[in-house]
């Protein structure tokens, strides 16, 4: 079973920037899709970002899309990462990173296989 572990998460002031990372052990790292969720206070868990194995497909939740990029380094083949650019009050949330045992990038939580424990990222004014 792939362990996930993120980190990067911390208090950042709104119009900052941000990148979380999200190591894990998984075999065939490029062989596998991953995704960020993030579950804000008083939310449903909600998608973030996802990326394709071989990380030439992406797909970005409106709420982040244009100020966000995912990307991974399957060289290493145990890192993805997220950033955030122009962060805003609404971004405050944990945020998960997941792994699907499949290629495919998806939005839907129950695609994914494994989820890591999350890491809190805090907006302030």
């Known amino acids: 079973q792939p362990l996930l572990e993120e980190s990067g998460g911390g208090l950042v002031h709104a119009g900052e920037s941000l990148t979380l990372s999200c190591a894990t052990s998984a075999h065939a790292f490029s062989r596998v899709a991953m995704a960020w969720f993030r579950q804000r206070p008083g939310y449903e868990r909600e998608f973030v970002a996802a990326?394709?194995?071989?990380?030439?497909?992406?797909?970005y939740a409106d709420s982040v899309k244009g100020r966000s990029t995912i990307s991974r380094d399957n060289a290493s083949g145990t890192t993805m990462s997220l950033r955030i650019n122009v962060l805003k009050l609404d971004d405050t949330a944990v945020y998960h990173c997941?792994?699907?045992?499949?290629?495919?990038?998806?939005?839907?939580?129950?695609?994914?296989?494994?989820w890591g424990q999350g890491t809190q990222v805090t907006v302030s004014p």
């Open positions: 997941a792994l699907r045992v499949s290629n495919y990038p998806s939005s839907s939580e129950n695609d994914y296989d494994y």
């Open positions: 990326i394709s194995g071989g990380g030439r497909a992406t797909n």
